[in-house]
């Protein structure tokens, strides 16, 4: 039985590795993208600056190479796919609640209890983050290899405004994942250094997944070690 001193692993070398590829080449993306969003094209950005190449054929370079992540993504990690859209679609009678009390808890770290591998918000980001992303790639292959023309129109718009609406998202995602809100304070380790968090952060995050795994809480911990202490006085008190 692991103690809240403890570290658990929350991810794999091989979800820690994709994750890193697909964060890189996305963050690289919305760089360009933006500049190009915002009417810079024919501006060089730092990006542009740094590589020599101009921001238009950077970003559909990008594009290409973040194509070429999510396919390895889906071939390699095809077995944990239902899992997936299992833990995400899921709908708990507690999640109402949880939403209700994250807020306040963004700060107190005080979150209400919810089931499964992920938290409620973290569900609705992972729908909007994976169909945006697809959306993204799917419209931005079709930018990259036709040449004008109604579809060609019709993609330019689908790709815009679904940057617009996953920026906010992916924004939020990370600001979350990098653990500077004090009550996510610790997580960023889940995917970095190892992939492991400590026992507390588990059970204050994730607390049915932690449970799950075997661990307790600091306080479960001291409240065993107490009862220990407690039944070895009566035993003394008994046999002297």
């Keep these: 039985m692991a103690t809240g001193t403890d570290r658990i692993e929350r991810y ?3 979800a820690r590795w994709l994750h890193a590829a697909v964060y890189l080449t996305t ?22 600056r740094v590589t020599g190449d101009a921001d238009t054929r950077l970003h559909i370079w990008l594009g290409w190479a973040l194509t070429a992540v999510a396919a390895l993504g889906l071939v390699a990690g095809v077995r944990a796919i239902p899992t997936f859209l299992r833990e995400t679609f899921r709908y708990d009678r507690g999640d109402t609640r949880w939403f209700v009390r994250w807020p306040k808890a963004l700060f107190t770290g005080r979150f209400a209890r919810h089931e499964g591998h992920w938290d409620p918000g973290q569900r609705i980001a992972n729908v ?30 689908v790709h815009k405004w ?79």
């Design 162 to 240: 679904t940057a617009i609406v996953t920026t906010p998202v992916l924004l939020g995602h990370i600001l979350i994942a990098a653990g500077v809100l004090p009550g996510y304070r610790g997580v960023w380790r889940s995917m970095h250094l190892g992939g492991r968090v400590r026992t507390e952060t588990a059970h204050r995050l994730w607390p049915v997944w932690a449970d799950e795994r075997g661990t307790t809480t600091p306080n479960a911990s001291h409240e065993a070690k107490d009862s220990v202490h407690q039944a070895s006085v009566e035993r003394k008190d008994v046999f002297g």
């Design 27 to 48: 963050l690289a993306l919305l760089a360009t993208g933006l500049w190009l969003l915002g009417g810079q094209e024919g501006h060089p950005s730092i990006l542009w």
């Design 12 to 14: 794999g070398r091989r």
């Design 128 to 157: 909007v983050i994976v169909v945006g992303l697809l959306v993204l790639i799917v419209t931005g292959v079709g930018l990259a290899t036709l040449h004008g023309g109604h579809t060609f129109s019709l993609f330019a718009k």
